[in-house]
């Protein structure tokens, strides 16, 4: 859905006189923050990532994947910047906040996690790249500074964690969390 939310705002960009490009992407957000963990759920606000019991869906269903959050909530930044609409710009601080009450003391967060429990649905850790992006963006360019100590601690787990071990654990959706130097990503690593 997120893809949805971002192909109708890119569209926009290009051809802003169509306004069901925008109508799209509201709905489509909408639909995300509507079937989010609730307020006061252990992964509060996170949107879902699966739907259904086909192939992954029903594998992976009861977890949330801690990379993909700060995703959606980038998206609903741009759609805020588009649209002006207060409730998107809330629905991504609502989700940096989920963020900051889940850091682990060494920085990061689990990579997989059991959305009815909040508890880790495997050991592996999240390289955290893509989350220190959407909190870097909300201090940088909407100044919630409220952020700014998630950062340090983050970016020191990477640098002594996958930067020395090159153990770049692939944080994808659709597979398993997987034992040390198996499935690696060369995205967090680029």
């Given at each position: 859905?997120?893809?949805?939310?971002?192909?109708?705002?890119?569209?926009?960009?290009?051809?802003?006189?169509?306004?069901?490009?925008?109508?799209?992407?509201?709905?489509?957000?909408?639909?995300?923050?509507?079937?989010?963990?609730?307020?006061?759920?252990?992964?509060?606000?996170?949107?879902?990532?699966?739907?259904?019991?086909?192939?992954?869906?029903?594998?992976?269903?009861?977890?949330?994947?801690?990379?993909?959050p700060a995703v959606t909530?980038?998206?609903?930044?741009?759609?805020?910047?588009?649209?002006?609409?207060?409730?998107?710009?809330?629905?991504?601080?609502?989700?940096?906040?989920?963020?900051?009450?889940?850091?682990?003391?060494?920085?990061?967060?689990?990579?997989?996690?059991?959305?009815?429990?909040?508890?880790?649905?495997?050991?592996?850790?999240?390289?955290?790249?893509?989350?220190?992006?959407?909190?870097?963006?909300?201090?940088?360019?909407?100044?919630?500074?409220?952020?700014?100590?998630?950062?340090?601690?983050?970016?020191?787990?990477?640098?002594d964690n996958p930067v020395?071990?090159?153990?770049?654990?692939?944080?994808?959706?659709?597979?398993?969390?997987?034992?040390?130097?198996?499935?690696?990503?060369?995205?967090?690593?680029?």
């Open positions: 859905m997120g893809s949805v939310v971002y192909g109708m705002l890119m569209y926009h960009h290009y051809f802003p006189e169509n306004d069901t490009s925008l109508l799209i992407a509201r709905y489509a957000t909408d639909y995300l923050i509507e079937t989010a963990e609730p307020a006061g759920a252990p992964l509060a606000y996170f949107p879902q990532v699966y739907e259904g019991e086909a192939v992954t869906a029903g594998r992976f269903g009861e977890e949330i994947i801690t990379m993909e909530a980038t998206i609903f930044l741009h759609l805020f910047d588009a649209t002006k609409d207060p409730k998107y710009f809330l629905a991504a601080t609502n989700i940096a906040d989920t963020y900051a009450n889940n850091q682990l003391p060494n920085g990061t967060w689990y990579i997989r996690i059991n959305k009815e429990t909040g508890e880790p649905a495997s050991p592996t850790l999240c390289i955290p790249i893509g989350i220190v992006d959407f909190i870097s963006i909300l201090i940088d360019k909407y100044h919630q500074e409220q952020y700014r100590g998630m950062i340090q601690p983050a970016i020191k787990w990477i640098m020395q071990t090159f153990d770049w654990t692939g944080q994808f959706e659709d597979y398993a969390a997987a034992s040390p130097y198996e499935n690696l990503t060369k995205y967090e690593a680029a």
